[in-house]
């Protein structure tokens, strides 16, 4: 199997040169820019499974170079480096399709896990998954599309992708938040708070709105968490 090739847009070089040693010492494939400009050119014309983006570059913000990045690439992986006082940036891109972030100062043990486990998400889908009955629409998986019987599509972030097929697994059974984040997200959810994964379904259930008008797939239970009823999925 080729190594990964991960893409670090980063204009700091200490952390730049950091990030990709330790990326190299794990038999990564690393390409490098420290621009936004440059970045988007790299990112659009290099083959690569996965981006490492900072938000404050030179050359435009790395919100701009994510809105490229899934207008070009929708499936491509992005994870958002930020500072600790870019909340609202961190916000804005996990609203635009970004995968993951990791705030910094922030260890090569909990980079390399986040990358890993992105990584791990990325292949495309097969027919294992679940088939999910949607009004006027259905759910394509390999290429994470949600289309509506007339041709209108939208395209679901990795994390919204991998949500959404956690929940169609687990049909019928409300999932609370903690579970999600340890399922989903892959980390220990002590001390994190759930705003993540409110924010993600509200994504989810306004693309499956505008798309199929499927504002019910998704059921919040009270007190209980959130439930895709069991008569939409048929097991895979």
């Not at 170079?65 to 996990?94: F, M, N």
């Not at 100062?105 to 679940?130: G, I, K, T, Y």
Request: a neutral charge; hydrophobic letters at 40%; one cysteine or more.
């Amino acid at each position: 199997m080729a190594a990964p090739c991960i893409l670090t847009i980063e204009d700091d070089p200490a952390i730049r040169r950091g990030i990709v040693d330790s990326l190299k010492a794990t038999g990564h494939v690393v390409w490098q820019a420290d621009r936004a400009d440059t970045g988007i050119t790299k990112a659009i014309g290099k083959p690569c499974d996965l981006v490492l983006l900072d938000l404050v570059l030179p050359g435009g913000h790395g919100l701009d170079v994510l809105s490229e990045i899934r207008t070009q690439k929708p499936t491509l992986p992005v994870i958002i480096l930020t500072a600790k006082g870019e909340e609202q940036d961190r916000i804005k891109g996990l609203r635009l399709g970004a995968d993951d972030y990791v705030v910094k100062p922030f260890s090569v043990d909990e980079l390399l896990a986040r990358v890993e486990a992105v990584l791990r998400r990325s292949p495309a889908r097969s027919a294992q998954n679940p088939s999910l009955s949607l009004p006027n629409g259905e759910i394509i998986w390999n290429s994470r599309e949600i289309k509506s019987n007339s041709g209108l599509t939208q395209i679901m972030s990795e994390r919204e992708c991998s949500l959404l097929d956690y929940l169609s697994r687990n049909p019928g059974r409300a999932i609370d938040r903690t579970e999600l984040l340890q399922g989903v997200w892959q980390i220990d959810a002590k001390g994190v708070t759930t705003r993540t994964v409110d924010m993600h379904i509200a994504r989810l259930r306004e693309k499956l709105t505008h798309v199929c008008g499927a504002a019910e797939t998704i059921k919040t239970i009270r007190g209980k968490g959130y439930m895709i009823d069991s008569e939409l999925v048929e097991p895979a």
